[in-house]
């Protein structure tokens, strides 16, 4: 089916901040695959029309982003272990009669960026948010040993199903849901992780989903992991460094999960490296 010229896509909202295309760009000059990826802003109440237009057979695949990672599971024809297990999606393949294939590969992305020597075996986590990335993190670190997970929310009520799907999928996990607001000390966390959008260009830039008062209180050893990406040092990270705190930028894990993607669409596998100098330029080109 792969030939020369095929197209490729992601959708979400906002998406401004996205650096995929710099990401995919790279991967398929490095394998010498002619394609093209395009951003496509889609609003929820868009969602259905945007999918429509995705099969009408000038796409082979697309990316998926929020706040679509969930509702996108609606639309598949069969889904691998990782969409099973967490409900969330990001990577889809078009298929030849034009059905959906749908892969999480946030779940992989997310644990091929912890570092090797770190242990969570047995250990306890604390995430912030509910949302589509909160499952894949959750399966992540399932798959990693953690016994215990604080799930930090804005409002329990509205979290509750959420709450209830994770603890039936991960049942050997003890979760705990807090009010975000009313988050008070981090002594017994090993590895904090935020799944929210805060922090991100373009929202809440500036703000940190953790105070200096909470990231203080972490471990020696534990680590920040943030999910976000754009900017590179978040206002989150910038605290973990400030208390001198190990920490895991959004990054690598958008890396790694599209080298994964890539794999799926292609059966090709990029070299992570030479994607990553490649958004780093990117980078350094905006603040040049």
Same mark, same amino acid.
């Given at each position: 089916m792969?030939?020369?010229?095929? =197209?490729?896509?992601?959708?979400?909202?906002?998406?401004?901040?996205?650096?995929s295309?710099? /990401?995919?760009?790279? !991967?398929?000059?490095?394998? @010498?695959?002619e394609?093209?990826?395009?951003?496509?802003p889609t /609003?929820?109440? #868009?969602l259905?029309t945007?999918?429509?237009?995705?099969?009408? *057979?000038?796409?082979?695949?697309?990316?998926?982003?929020i706040?679509?990672?969930?509702?996108?599971?609606?639309?598949l024809?069969?889904?691998?272990e990782?969409?099973?297990?967490? @409900?969330?999606?990001?990577?889809?393949?078009?298929?030849?009669?034009?059905?959906l294939? *749908?892969?999480?590969?946030?779940?992989?992305?997310?644990?091929?960026?912890?570092?090797k020597?770190? #242990? /969570?075996?047995?250990? =306890?986590?604390?995430?912030? *948010?509910?949302?589509?990335?909160?499952r894949?993190?959750?399966?992540g670190?399932?798959?990693?040993? &953690?016994s215990k997970?604080?799930?930090?929310?804005?409002?329990?009520?509205n979290?509750s199903?959420?709450l209830?799907?994770?603890?039936?999928?991960? %049942?050997k996990?003890?979760f $705990?849901?807090i009010?975000?607001?009313?988050?008070? *000390?981090? +002594?017994?966390v %090993?590895?904090?992780v935020?799944?929210?959008p805060?922090g991100? $260009?373009?929202?809440? +830039? %500036?703000?940190?989903?953790?105070? #200096?008062?909470?990231? +203080?209180?972490l471990?020696?050893?534990?680590?920040v992991?943030d999910?976000?990406?754009?900017?590179l040092?978040t206002?989150? &990270?910038s =605290?973990?460094?400030?208390?001198?705190?190990?920490?895991?930028?959004?990054l690598?894990?958008?890396?790694?999960?599209?080298v994964? !993607?890539?794999?799926i669409?292609?059966?090709k596998?990029?070299d992570?490296?030479?994607m $990553?100098?490649?958004?780093?330029? +990117?980078?350094l080109?905006?603040?040049?």
């Open positions: 792969m030939e020369n010229n095929y =197209k490729l896509a992601i959708i979400g909202y906002p998406i401004g901040h996205t650096l295309p710099v /990401l995919y760009k790279a !991967a398929f000059n490095e394998l @010498g695959l394609y093209s990826y395009e951003v496509l /609003l929820p109440e #868009d259905i945007q999918i429509k237009h995705l099969r009408s *057979g000038k796409y082979f695949g697309f990316n998926v982003t706040p679509h990672k969930v509702p996108v599971t609606l639309f024809s069969k889904y691998d990782f969409v099973n297990l967490t @409900g969330s999606v990001n990577v889809v393949k078009i298929e030849d009669d034009l059905s294939s *749908g892969y999480n590969t946030d779940v992989y992305g997310f644990m091929e960026a912890i570092p020597d770190v #242990d /969570l075996s047995g250990k =306890k986590a604390a995430i912030i *948010g509910t949302g589509g990335a909160a894949a993190v959750c399966a670190l399932f798959y990693k040993g &953690i997970i604080d799930i930090y929310t804005r409002n329990i009520i979290s199903e959420t209830s799907t994770l603890r039936s999928r991960f %049942d996990i003890e $705990k849901a009010q975000t607001s009313l988050m008070d *000390g981090l +002594e017994d %090993d590895i904090l935020n799944t929210t805060l991100m $260009k373009n929202f809440d +830039e %500036d703000n940190s989903p953790v105070d #200096d008062k909470n990231i +203080e209180s471990k020696e050893n534990a680590l992991y999910i976000v990406y754009n900017p040092r206002a989150l &990270i =605290k973990a460094i400030k208390y001198n705190k190990r920490y895991i930028c959004g690598d894990m958008l890396i790694h999960q599209a994964r !993607a890539v794999e669409w292609t059966g596998k990029p992570f490296k030479s $990553k100098i490649s958004v780093l330029e +990117e980078f080109i905006k603040l040049s």
